[in-house]
Structures are given as C-alpha cells and as structure tokens.
C-alpha cells in the first residue's frame, strides 16, 4: 500500500491518492483528504503487471507533487453551512407561480434568459426553464454554496472546496480553494474569484487557479462578497469593506452596517442585507450609506430590479418584501415555501431558492401583487423532474480524437513547477487557457469546440467540449 497526499498552502490542493496491489489487482482510491473518496480497482494478467502499473500510477503522482503521509495528519477542511432558523410568514400568500422542491435546503441560484439553476445542500444542481420544466440535473461531490456567472460560464462552488464549471457536458473543477478556507459565499468578475469566509477574511484566485492576495477583516462570518472590474466588495459580522482588485490595497470600510448576511451589487451601489432587520445601500465609490429597507426580521437575502429601481428582501420569516429606490416598502408577502435564502429577479418575476429547498418563481407583476394584497393567488404548480432524467456527474475521463479540422488547439506545457495550458492554432493571441487542472497532462494536446477572451489579464477560457487530441 502506497499513500500519498497533495496539501499545497498557496494553491489550493487537498487530495490524497492511495494504491493498494493485492495479488493481480491495484486498487486506487483518491479524493480530498479527510474524505472517503473514489475506488477504482483493475486487474491484470499476473503480478509483475499489476506491480508496474501501480509503480506508473505513483510515479505520475509524485512528478506533480504529491508526498508519502500517514492518514489522519492532516485534517478535512472545515465546513460552515449557515443555520437553518425559519419560521412561517403571517403575511398574505405572495403569488407563487410554480415551485420545485429540489430535495435539500438551497443557496445557489443564478437566472437567465434561457433557465434557472438551483444548488442545495446535497450537491444537486437543476435547471429549471422560466415556465417550470425540469431540463438538467448535475450530481457535486458536496453541497453547494452558490452558484455564479461570469459572461456566460456558470459556476458552482461547493463545500469540498472546489469551484465546478458547469457550461460544458460535464461539470469541471477550474478553481480550487486552500483547505485552511471555510468557505461562506463566492463571486466572480472577469476570471478573478473572491472568496469570503468564517474568519472573516477574504481571498482572491485568479483564472489559472492561482493565490492573488487576502485580506482579514474586523468581524467574522463574511457572507457577503461581490466583484466588479476594480473593487472587491466584502461584508461581515462588523462592516462592509471595499478592496482594489489588483492588490487588496483597502479603499474604504463602513461599520455604519454590521451582522451582514447577504450581498448585492448594482453598477453604483452595494447591497448589505443584514441581521438587523434592514438592508443598506451603499456608493460603491467610498462606502457612504444612501438608503436603508426596513423589514420585520433577518434578512437572509436580497436583490434588485435593473437600475435598482426596486429592492426586494427575504426574512427569516419566510417573508418577502419590494421597497422603492429611496426606501419605501411598496409590499410584503410570504413565500408559502420556506425563508429565501438567495433571489434574483428578471422580467417580472422574483426567483428564490429557501431554507426547505425550494426553488420558487414569484408573479411580481403590479398586477399579480396588488390581487395578492387582496386575498386572490393563482394556483401554484408543484413541478416534477422526470424520473428519466440523467445525472451527470463531474469526470475527468475525456473522449479522444484525430479529426482537427473543427475546433481549437490548446497544449498543455510545463513552466516551471506549473502546468500551463495555451492555444497553438494559428490566429490566436499567446495567452494562456483557463483550464481544467486534474486532465492537464504535460505535452498533451486537447481539442475544444472554441476559446474566447476573458479580457482583463489577457487570457481565454474554453467553451464547448475538451477532446483528447490523438
């Protein structure tokens, strides 16, 4: 038996890999440390084979990093789910279109144009058209934290510490964060990923899934963080900060806004839901307060209308509210389904994902409110995902090709102790490829369907599928 463990403290790596040869059959499981992980076993013609073939397997493993350890040493990163404390609404039924119980608590959601995704605490992700059907269903090693789009990649991030892209067929690992971070919320602007945590700090990785900088700040429990092209916007249980992009150089902090729980962002203004019954603007550019939303408990989550024009909140009275822009509440429903624990609106619809799992579109049309106000709802449709739909889980296994002729060229490259990834097909600018790391393979070629310009920084990320080229 071979036991080997990868725990980079810079990089983010936490995995171990261990070989067992019994007779003609190696056995090789590998996962996070701390972890049970996956077994895959083969066998071979005779002994001396199986032998060999595991001597390949660690060997391989050892050139990228990884070390003999003992089990047990080194511990699973901490996980910090946020408590479940909701209670039912006493306000008049808000008129919820359609619900899909997603089977576990829930906390990412992202809308579009096209479909709604949800994540729980199980590690499910839907996705869910604006009309109520069930199209796709991914299987994540761990619960979900959020999910985020940056263009149109879609992310989830999950309490094993990995970040998956899901845009291609199958989920992909593109960032991985350090064991020594309990994570509580992520954001995404431009291929840079912030980071929030318990401690109170928050972190920046690039899109090569490398450390940028860290910042600790004056309370704990950051559940807010939010980026845009120059700013990291960070709240937790003492304040709001904001921090330079580049360097985490501090621009300004406000302790005018504490107990944060929640995070939004508009061009010109942050959003910082709170414990205390409220939820705050605040100018992006140095932090003053511009409006306070006054509710009847703890906000769990917020967000806006386009503009900003209207702010909409979720208790942990499973209450939700829309405010005007100076602040006046115009309304307060409840869900029926549980406290909101993220939102979003689009087109007249409020999206929410709750605390019993709920993934639940709400009519907030003037005129759907107003009948609600009044005592008249539609009949809510409890959608159903179908008993045939696949799940797809994430892989590392890839399809292999010869042909070419359609797609991109990308080349897996040693440089230093790093493994890069950069497009060779003529045409291209020579930047290097947000790619995967656990199919990188030095002097491997792969084919992909297409790459495009991330802009800041000067990189591509790939879309469409990743083919072995042969």
Known sequence: MTYLELSEDGGGAHKFYEVIVSGTQV??????????????????????????????????????????????????????????????????????????????????????????????????????????????????????????????????????????????????????????????????????????????????????????????????????????????YHGHSNGVARYNVEDGTPVWESSLVDEVLFGWQEEHAVYAGTARRSVHRLAKSDGRVEAVYRCDGAVYSCATSPGGRYVFAGDNHSSVYCFDASGERLWKLGTGCGSAFSMQFLDDRLYIVTTDGSLACIDASEAAITAARAGTVPQRVDVKAAASLATVEPSVTLETTTDAANGVIVECLREGERLRVRVVTPGHEPWNVQFPKEIREPGARYLVDGVRSAGRGGFYRVYGEIRRLL
């Not at 008049?92 to 279109?97: F, R």
């Not at 809308?111 to 869910?128: L, M």
């Not at 990995?162 to 509580?184: C, F, M, Q, W």
């Open 27 to 232: 056995a090789i499981t590998y996962g996070r440390i701390g972890e049970s992980g996956q077994t895959k076993v083969s066998a071979f013609a005779d002994q001396a084979k199986a032998q060999a073939v595991a001597a390949k397997k660690i060997g391989e493993k050892v050139r990228k990093g990884y070390a003999p350890a003992v089990r047990g040493v080194r511990q699973r990163r901490a996980v910090t789910r946020r408590a479940i404390a909701s209670s039912r609404s006493t306000a008049q039924q808000a008129p919820v279109l359609w619900r899909f119980d997603s089977g576990a608590a829930a906390f990412g959601i992202f809308v579009d144009e096209e479909r709604c995704w949800v994540g729980n605490q199980h590690g499910d992700v839907y996705t869910v058209t604006h009309t109520g059907t069930v199209t796709n269903r991914y299987r994540l090693p761990e619960g979900v934290k959020c999910i985020v789009a940056d263009d149109f990649w879609i992310y989830a991030g999950c309490d094993d510490g990995k970040v998956y892209d899901l845009s291609g067929k199958v989920p992909r690992a593109a960032y991985e964060i350090t064991a020594d971070v309990d994570i509580y919320w992520l954001d995404i602007h431009d291929g840079v990923l912030g980071v929030s945590d318990g401690a109170g700090r928050i972190t920046t990785i690039d899109y090569e899934d490398e450390f940028q900088w860290a910042r600790t700040g004056r309370g704990d429990s950051g559940w807010m963080v939010r980026c845009d092209e120059t700013g990291v």
